[in-house]
């Protein structure tokens, strides 16, 4: 008999993913995907009546502007190339339905014009659309009798909001308040008033949220309670779906998810569902938590920023609103 050698088993070669991250030059020329300055937008707050800018102590850096303190962030802005500025206006007088807002000379209705006049078409330059800066018991609508926030009655102030701000010159409003039909009503009163090309960034699934805690300073805010009979459960992310199909269907331009980190699978998911470009929104709290984190020497603070908004983009944002923006764009510039 004759013996059969064994064949040898057949061993497959290691393999190695880290032979693409040798070196600088390789892992940089397989990234997946890097966030850009052009995709970064800047929030910012324009407080009434104030002489010199005012910091707001839970955002460390960040600071309630004047009129010329903005001017100069907006302009930095535009220098470093930024995607956009979100204004946020801070009354010096607040009341039960907001008014403020309304008004042409209101704080935000003028810093509109003001910034549109400083950047020109170097920016796109977006206003918060939404009455709780404005109103004294700090909902973003307009109170029945009972209390509770009257969706409709709230439409209509938000028709007039959106007309001031287009007067005012503004390229896109965001309507951040979460009433129900807000982009249908916000676009037919914009149309009705031959401002079609102002465009609508919704704020379509936006969650009744403890990271926006820090922003409440940032505008003074005065709300007691909480915004749970409109701002979206925690929970849930299909719903957070069902909010951007129906934003898009009633005409927005863009739709948002906020806040960012806590929900980068309902960015995930509304990026699949949606041909609008995403934003998220990287709030208050997600800044707070990081550079009260730095502040102590518990993380590295440039690194963790970095690596916050490539998770942010990574997850399917084409757009991120952050606290970082112009400190970001200096990074990625490097
Ligand atoms: C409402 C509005 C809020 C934020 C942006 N727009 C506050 C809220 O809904 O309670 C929060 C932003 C942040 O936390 O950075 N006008």
Redesign the pocket.
């Known amino acids: 008999m004759t013996e059969h050698p064994v064949p040898a088993p057949v061993v497959p070669p290691l393999v190695r993913p880290r032979r693409l991250r040798t070196t600088p030059a390789l892992r940089r020329m397989v990234a997946e995907q890097q966030v850009q300055a052009r995709q970064l937008v800047l929030?910012v707050f324009i407080r009434e009546g104030l002489t010199e800018p005012k910091p707001v102590s839970s955002m460390p850096g960040v600071v309630q502007h004047t009129r010329d303190s903005l001017l100069a962030a907006v302009s930095e802005a535009a220098e470093l190339g930024l995607g956009g500025v979100m204004l946020?206006g801070v009354p010096e007088t607040k009341d039960a339905t907001g008014s403020g807002a309304l008004d042409p000379s209101g704080v935000l209705n003028l810093a509109i014009t003001d910034v549109v006049a400083e950047v020109g078409d170097a920016l796109t330059v977006m206003s918060?659309l939404?009455l709780?800066?404005f109103t004294d018991h700090g909902h973003?609508g307009v109170l029945t009798a009972d209390g509770r926030v009257d969706n409709d009655q709230t439409l209509a102030a938000y028709a007039d909001m959106a007309r001031a701000q287009a007067h005012a010159g503004v390229d896109m409003v965001g309507p951040?308040?979460m009433m129900d039909g807000q982009v249908r009503v916000i676009r037919d009163a914009l149309d009705a008033f031959e401002h079609t090309d102002v465009g609508i960034l919704a704020?379509s699934a936006?969650y009744a949220s403890a990271?926006?805690?820090?922003?409440?300073e940032?505008?003074d805010?005065s709300?007691v309670g909480d915004?749970r009979t409109y701002?979206q459960d925690p929970a849930n992310a299909r719903e957070g779906v069902r909010e951007a199909l129906l934003d898009v269907a009633e005409g927005a331009d863009m739709v948002m998810v906020?806040?960012a980190l806590p929900y980068l699978d309902v960015v995930r998911r509304v990026r699949e569902a949606v041909e609008v470009p995403v934003a998220a929104?990287n709030?208050?709290?997600e800044?707070a938590q990081l550079e009260a984190a730095a502040e102590r020497g518990w993380i590295d603070r440039e690194a963790a920023i970095l690596e916050t908004l490539t998770s942010i983009h990574r997850a399917g944002a084409d757009v991120i609103l952050t606290?970082w923006a112009s400190e970001a764009a200096r990074l990625l510039a490097l």
């Open positions: 929030p946020f918060d939404c709780d800066e973003c951040s308040g704020y936006k990271f926006f805690g820090p922003f409440r940032a505008v805010s709300l915004r701002q906020k806040p929104y709030v208050s709290g800044y606290y």
